[in-house]
């Protein structure tokens, strides 16, 4: 590494920079995404031109983080196993058929797939424009600020912290293994990797014996001390209510228009 | 600090009596160990491996209870059941583990060294204070506010060491605290050792770590405090270090140590 500050802190995920929607506390940003998730899953799939509005709307918010548009289009591949279901909806989908270039399709399937499409890219990039702008710790902080049970928050930050630990030593494995000759070459070698896996499961066990009672020997007693508070303001609240209002309109629209 | 109890001279930091354990399975660990440290104290705790070391050092802070005998920190006897008295105990006893990847978990170096003091109530300018302090005296401050898992293990070892001191403690119990360090670290985590102010019990197998660090030793063995002489005494003595598993390392001349 040795790239400093920085990249030591930086997670693979978060785009460092200090726009207002950098800004913004975890707690409002988790808000507002789940709200204009749900917002666009409810539109109507027949107009089409709303999800056109919902996809400029998050253009808005990629321009203010300065997110770069191939950073979003790059992780948008991520969802490349949803898309090819979707493309085969049309072939194994029942009712009504088309004839679309010499090809049978059903009309139902198109619909779906358009669906699963549309919504899922929407759902996507507004993840990964979460993702970028929040580091992971902070999200962890809105979470939990969101009376998320602290059950579930402590698993998350323990899977930030130990992640990495857990990685390399898998890569320590992995070294030790091929320094002894070892070639995952065939269907013979899966033995030896689930062994691999087995071993690492019970280390990661172990260490996490190991930890629990390094926090015993601190004082712990099954809550984590809230140190620092990442509070919002209401002009916060109100800043981060502008995607899903906007949506909102937009939703509202899609479905009393005739 | 801890002015409630014990200012007087004549109450130890630590006070082991009769301390007598076996583990769930049958295995006995310590059959009745006897050993008291004074405020200020540094001592070594030597010993092979399966000795009861460590079973030795959980029961300083509670974690291990329900076998003979009885503990005191401070003149505050440990009480697994009462859990005002315990949570004081554990603030009293700071350990050191051996892998500070153990003892680092949370996301970045301040809010680890801030969790002790946080578990005992400590907020805002106070917390922050404890732990820009506790950081300065093993000189990370600068690395306050990055992972732990991105510092080197010399200075992931010395945050681990702030974590604990951030709890203002009685006594101070390291494991094996120049594992797996450089020379240089090595020298460097002593220097910090030697410059605290505090009440230090030092779990090793570095006998010359011992030898620079701590002016007393004790040597536990089969779940008994087999010596408890002074330092050079004790790595003098070499039918005593041989009939309990112990060696220095060749071309090491304890009598070289003499302070």
């Known amino acids: 590494m040795g790239a400093g500050h920085a990249a030591g802190a930086a997670h ?79 072939f194994v989908a029942s009712g009504e058929k088309v004839t679309v270039l010499g090809l049978e399709l059903s009309e139902n399937g198109l619909w779906g797939a358009w669906n699963i499409l549309a919504k899922g890219t929407l759902g996507v990039v507004t993840s990964i424009l979460l993702a970028a702008t929040t580091e992971p710790r902070l999200l962890l902080l809105g979470i939990d600020r969101l009376r998320m049970p602290q059950l579930l928050t402590q698993i998350a930050t323990f899977m930030l912290r130990y992640g990495d630990v857990v990685a390399a030593e898998l890569g320590r494995m992995k070294v030790a293994r091929a320094s002894r000759g070892f070639e995952g070459r065939d269907l013979r070698a899966t033995r030896v990797l689930a062994k691999s896996i087995g071993a690492l499961f019970l280390r990661s066990y172990e260490r996490g014996e190991r930890v629990h009672l390094a926090m015993l020997s601190r004082g712990y007693d099954g809550r984590m001390p809230v140190v620092h508070d990442v509070s919002a303001t209401a002009a916060q609240w109100t800043a981060a209510a502008a995607l899903p209002l906007a949506a909102a309109f937009v939703t509202l629209a899609a479905w009393t228009m005739p | ?187 460097e985590l002593a220097e910090i050792l030697l410059s605290l102010d505090v009440t230090v019990l030092m779990v090793t197998h570095d006998l010359p770590y011992a030898a620079e660090l701590c002016p007393r030793s004790v040597i536990l063995s089969g779940g008994v405090i087999a010596a408890d002489a002074s330092t050079r005494d004790v790595l003098m003595d070499g039918d005593l270090l041989t009939s309990h598993r112990l060696e220095l390392p060749f071309g090491f001349d304890p009598a070289a140590t003499a302070r």
């Open chain 2, 1 to 187: 600090m801890t002015a409630d109890l014990g200012e007087a001279p004549t109450v130890p930091s630590l006070d082991v009596r009769g301390l007598a354990y076996a583990y769930p399975d049958g295995t006995q660990a310590l059959y009745g160990v006897d050993l008291t440290i004074d405020r200020g104290e540094r001592v070594a705790l030597l010993g092979p491996n399966g000795a009861g070391k460590t079973t030795l050092v959980l029961h300083l802070n509670g974690i291990l209870h329900g076998g003979l005998g009885e503990v005191r920190v401070g003149g505050l006897a440990v009480d697994p059941k009462d859990k005002r008295t315990l949570r004081e105990i554990r603030r009293r006893v700071g350990i050191v583990f051996q892998d500070p990847d153990d003892q680092l978990f949370m996301p970045t170096v301040r809010e680890d060294v801030a969790f002790g003091p946080a578990n005992l109530g400590i907020r805002g300018a106070e917390l922050d204070l404890r732990v820009r302090d506790a950081l300065d005296r093993v000189g990370m401050l600068a690395v306050a506010d990055r992972p732990p898992q991105h510092l080197s293990f010399g200075q992931r070892r010395r945050v681990a060491v702030a974590t604990v001191l951030a709890m203002e403690p009685e006594i101070l119990v390291l494991d094996e605290p120049s594992s797996n360090l450089d020379p240089a670290s090595r020298r």
């Open chain 1, 12 to 90: 693979r995920l978060y785009v460092p920079g200090a726009s207002p929607v950098h800004r913004l506390p975890p707690q409002c940003k988790l808000v507002a995404v789940l709200a204009f998730v749900l917002l666009v899953v409810a539109t109507p799939r027949e107009r089409f031109w709303a999800f056109g509005v919902y996809a400029l709307l998050l253009a808005a918010v990629a321009a203010t983080a300065r997110i770069p548009f191939g950073t979003v289009a790059r992780r948008v591949v991520i969802e490349v196993p949803f898309v090819a279901f979707a493309f085969l909806m049309p």
